[in-house]
């Protein structure tokens, strides 16, 4: 069992900054085992019991974390040159080892998964699982008929693997616009699956996994836990699983 800084284990539990939760503990907020404590910098193992403004919090054996991924940042832990996932989140979880539940291209967007639990992020990629995930696309050319078949069908790539059956759904209100949903998580697989039908890829933004949204309140590059209802809904075994 590891000991803590009050504020850091507050900020993890609560999900709110630290110098957030430094603020609610000096203001006489937050209760440690049951007894008020006004010391930011106070041990406290990471099982003990918090509560803020009388409600209680769990300290949470793993984190998992919604992201609005910008454009330029790469879905990885770490990386020597680009801002990763993972960087945008470390002040707030300094040691907790985050990595990003399956992959957006650089230059795609949108809902990523951030966790430190390793078999909960393998059962939500299993191909066995079928977990969707739903994109939002915009292409250099009109969505045809055609495409929405040869998604329906199951595209073969370019170097012979023939992809699982998708749903391409064209936007009545934009002609290059679609919604793509995929059945499977292969490298690059929009843009390799349009790269077929003659079709370039704009846009990519990753609007849902699972049956899970990404939150719209969430500007791109920011950040919030999952809640306990909406992890049921990705969980292994869950509705969506
Ligand atoms: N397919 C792609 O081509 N790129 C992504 O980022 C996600 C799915």
């Given at each position: 069992?590891?000991?803590y800084?009050?504020?850091r284990?507050l900020?993890?539990?609560?999900?709110?900054?630290?110098?957030?939760?430094?603020r609610?503990?000096?203001?006489?907020q937050?209760?440690?085992d049951?007894?008020?404590?006004?010391?930011?910098?106070q041990?406290?193992?990471?099982?003990?019991?918090?509560?803020?403004?009388?409600?209680?919090?769990?300290?949470?054996k793993?984190?998992?974390?919604?992201?609005?991924?910008?454009?330029?940042?790469?879905?990885?832990?770490?990386d020597?040159?680009?801002?990763?996932?993972?960087?945008?989140?470390?002040?707030?979880?300094?040691?907790?080892?985050?990595?990003?539940?399956g992959r957006?291209?650089?230059?795609?967007?949108?809902?990523?998964?951030?966790?430190?639990?390793?078999?909960?992020?393998h059962?939500i990629?299993?191909?066995?699982?079928?977990?969707?995930k739903?994109?939002?696309?915009?292409?250099?050319?009109?969505?045809?008929?055609?495409?929405?078949?040869?998604?329906?069908q199951?595209?073969t790539?370019?170097?012979g693997?023939a992809?699982?059956p998708?749903d391409?759904?064209?936007?009545p209100?934009?002609?290059?616009?679609?919604?793509?949903?995929?059945?499977?998580?292969?490298?690059?697989?929009?843009?390799r699956?349009f790269?077929?039908?003659?079709?370039?890829?704009?846009e990519?933004?990753?609007?849902a996994?699972?049956?899970?949204?990404?939150d719209?309140?969430?500007a791109p590059g920011?950040?919030?836990?999952i809640t306990?209802?909406?992890?049921?809904?990705?969980?292994?075994?869950?509705?969506?699983?």
């Amino acid at each position: 069992m590891a000991q803590y800084r009050l504020d850091r284990l507050l900020a993890e539990a609560a999900g709110i900054p630290r110098a957030e939760a430094r603020r609610a503990i000096l203001k006489g907020q937050v209760a440690l085992d049951g007894a008020v404590c006004r010391r930011p910098d106070q041990k406290a193992q990471d099982t003990a019991a918090l509560a803020l403004a009388g409600r209680p919090l769990r300290w949470q054996k793993y984190v998992y974390l919604m992201l609005d991924k910008p454009q330029g940042v790469v879905s990885a832990s770490r990386d020597g040159r680009d801002t990763t996932v993972a960087d945008l989140v470390r002040a707030q979880y300094p040691r907790r080892e985050l990595f990003p539940a399956g992959r957006l291209d650089k230059d795609s967007t949108g809902f990523v998964l951030l966790t430190d639990d390793g078999a909960f992020a393998h059962a939500i990629l299993s191909p066995r699982r079928h977990v969707p995930k739903t994109y939002r696309v915009e292409l250099d050319t009109p969505v045809t008929p055609a495409m929405v078949t040869a998604f329906a069908q199951g595209v073969t790539l370019a170097d012979g693997q023939a992809m699982k059956p998708a749903d391409l759904i064209p936007d009545p209100e934009n002609p290059l616009a679609a919604t793509v949903v995929l059945h499977q998580g292969v490298y690059h697989q929009i843009k390799r699956m349009f790269g077929v039908l003659d079709a370039g890829v704009n846009e990519l933004h990753r609007q849902a996994i699972g049956g899970l949204a990404l939150d719209p309140a969430l500007a791109p590059g920011q950040w919030r836990p999952i809640t306990e209802e909406e992890l049921a809904r990705l969980a292994p075994g869950g509705q969506n699983a």
